[in-house]
């Protein structure tokens, strides 16, 4: 029961969507995939900003020639990934995530926004109705699969292509296991990373929360802090 | 601006007061720090209970003859101690805390409590109406100096003497920077611990809250999980 990679099912054939693909965040994880070797999806409400994204994703340094790299709107995005990241503003979640309902039934969902406000003082987490983004993510898409996941990850450790590795734990949050294993083989595929099944959808609060202490981290020690579990 | 121990504070010369001294978080952090030197007074409801506890902690291995651990009780405790720990149960919290204004009055008080539930599914965050157990704390000890810290220390390993070190860092929420590093500088002493600053008080909330995921990865993964934060 102790966390051992080789227990993780093989992702290597999965299209990974990321919806909001063409942000900092899904556009540094669409990079760590494709670099990975794994087969991107890049969405946006806009198809033929997908595509830039992708072909300028395909250029950069460590991500193969021939590589898998493609871009299509939010609905096409959905409909041909096999796990559909979700890496779109706070602001526009509710509205984005309702618009798939449909292409999103029976896929497993990746939800890694962090409701966050800032003011003078800096970051701090926003209420949340329905408790945390993921868990409105799980009413808005009663037909899909849904866990949180990547909400540490620094969108500038992404970007950087110096970086071979990334050294930081992935949490999971979910209410299905196999899915959680999914996702751990997903984060594994980025060197450095791990998945770490880190509770129910209910604990996903504090985890996307937790990304304003980060910032804080950041901002007092100028560095781009992540969280690595321990006894593991 | 990077994380470096040595512009910390020398706190060898101060007294930790363990309100709680005889539960288990409060048990193994006195054990910790005894076994650092740190002059340690632990706290109880009973002086008896509490000069009971003190004489069993200085028996433990690792702690030098001689060593200055002794027991009071919480009042007492507070009064004598130069750094007063809050390690007592959510439920007698707000109880505790506000019987002990007076004398925690100029003293920096660490909170260590996570407010959690427990149900069929688990551990989960309790709502409190102050937003977190050290913001509770903060406004019924308006006199004093707080700090958030040592939430997730797990105390089978601060108890267990065959560990010499503990590696994880000890997240501090604070307003007060010169408070953030005397707690940082106590968290040195115990070997394999850091200290980082991690936010204000509002963003205390999802750090005391994280307990319940490290719970639910203790149970996942048979371990003892702490954290670490990356690129420190």
């Known amino acids: 029961m102790a966390y051992d990679a080789s227990t993780l099912p093989d992702v290597s054939g999965l299209t990974v969507g990321i919806i909001g693909g063409t942000g900092d965040q899904g556009r540094g994880l669409a990079y760590r995939f494709a670099r990975a070797g794994q087969q991107v999806l890049i969405g946006s409400r806009s198809a033929e900003r997908a595509e830039q994204s992708a072909r300028d994703i395909a250029a950069l340094p460590g991500v193969a020639a021939g590589a898998e790299v493609t871009g299509a709107d939010n609905v096409e995005t959905a409909r041909r990934s096999d796990v559909v990241i979700i890496a779109v503003p706070w602001d526009g979640h509710a509205d984005t995530v309702a618009a798939l309902r449909e292409p999103l039934a029976g896929k497993l969902v990746v939800d890694c926004v962090n409701p966050l406000g800032f003011d003078k003082q800096g970051p701090y987490p926003l209420r949340v109705p329905e408790g945390s983004a993921v868990q409105q993510a799980a009413a808005l898409l009663p037909e899909s699969r849904i866990c949180a996941a990547f909400n540490h990850v620094s969108a500038p450790l992404l970007a950087d ?39 129910r959808l209910r604990n996903a609060h504090q985890v996307e929360a937790f990304t304003a202490n980060l910032i804080a981290i950041n901002k007092r020690y100028k560095a781009h802090a992540g969280i690595r579990v321990t006894d593991l």
Chains 1, 2 share one sequence.
């Not at 294993?181 to 997903?186: D, E, N, S, T, W």
């Not at 984060?187 to 998945?195: F, K, Q, S, V």
């Open 161 to 199: 292509p110096e970086l071979d590795r990334i050294d930081l734990d992935v949490l999971i949050c979910t209410e299905d296991r196999e899915a959680a294993g999914i996702v751990a083989a997903l984060a594994e595929r980025i060197p450095g990373m791990r998945g770490i099944y880190a509770g």
